[in-house]
């Protein structure tokens, strides 16, 4: 059974950095992606970057291209996503979604996590 764990969201005030993680469990890890995403309350879900973990390649929402970073520890099975200057309107929740054939569409990404919650003071 896949699973996925987020841990690492905390308050932190505006210009600071949090590393949120989640780690994998049930599957061959480095197949397919990894995804995170995030939800403000009263807005909808949205992606902010994705890794796909065997070829090392990323990809990130404009809104965080300059700030986040995405990355796997294949020894601990860890996606990271470091966060960097971090704004007000980077608080939501964060949740990490796996596709583990491939595929990764951020609509249907098949297994996910509970989330963290991020919560930035201005």
């Known amino acids: 059974e896949v699973q996925l764990a987020e841990s690492g969201g905390a308050p932190v005030q505006a210009g600071g950095s949090l590393r949120l993680s989640c780690v994998a469990s049930?599957?061959?890890?480095?197949?397919?992606?990894v995804r995170w995403f995030r939800q403000a309350a009263g807005k909808e879900r949205e992606w902010v970057a994705v890794?796909?973990?065997?070829?090392?390649?990323?990809v990130y929402a404009d809104s965080v291209a300059d700030r986040f970073t995405i990355s796997s520890d294949n020894t601990k099975r860890t996606v990271y996503l470091q966060m960097n200057s971090l704004e007000f309107e980077d608080t939501a929740m964060y949740y990490c979604?796996?596709?583990?054939?491939?595929?990764?569409?951020?609509?249907?990404?098949?297994?996910w996590g509970k989330g963290t919650l991020v919560t930035i003071s201005s």
């Open positions: 979604a796996a596709d583990v054939e491939g595929v990764c569409a951020p609509e249907n990404m098949p297994y």
């Open positions: 049930g599957y061959t890890y480095g197949r397919g992606c």
């Open positions: 890794i796909w973990v065997n070829r090392g390649v990323t």
